[in-house]
């Protein structure tokens, strides 16, 4: 069974993440979008066809998106099956969140690591 088939996105608390996207934008060159982050598009290794995003988003210091992990990060994966994968996952022990999300942009599922960082496991949509 496939596991991660690329990284999704790098998501972190800011201060003030509007101010810290265009600091970007402007002194690196970052594509950053009206919605605040930016998306850096890609081909899947093991499907040439299918075209994926890597996201680049400065989230709100007092978000409450990462809970419950206390670290200002949180890790986006790309998975190929993630009910497979998070099944899989609890049966070898590992910290499954309960809850799971399905919306346009696809499907998102959690997990905590070892050291209490919370990432978030994303199966792109279809097509």
């Known amino acids: 069974m496939e596991r991660v088939i690329g990284l999704g ?3 972190f ?3 003030d993440k509007k101010t810290l996207a ?3 934008k402007k002194h690196l060159g970052l594509p950053v979008d009206n919605w605040g982050g930016a998306a850096f598009p890609w081909e899947t290794l093991s499907h040439k066809n299918e075209k994926a995003y890597t996201i680049w988003s400065p989230f709100a210091n ?3 998106y990462f809970d ?3 670290k200002p990060f949180m890790i986006n994966f790309v998975v190929k099956d993630l009910s497979a994968l998070l099944k899989t996952l609890r049966a070898e022990g590992v910290h499954v969140l309960d809850k799971t999300d399905e919306n346009e942009f696809g499907k998102f599922g959690w997990i905590i690591d070892p050291e209490g960082n ?3 496991l994303w199966e792109p949509p279809k097509g």
């Open 118 to 120: 919370k990432i978030e």
């Open 68 to 70: 419950p992990s206390d």
């Open 9 to 11: 996105g790098i998501f």
């Open 13 to 15: 608390k800011s201060t």
């Open 22 to 24: 265009e600091w970007y």
């Open 62 to 64: 007092d978000s409450s």
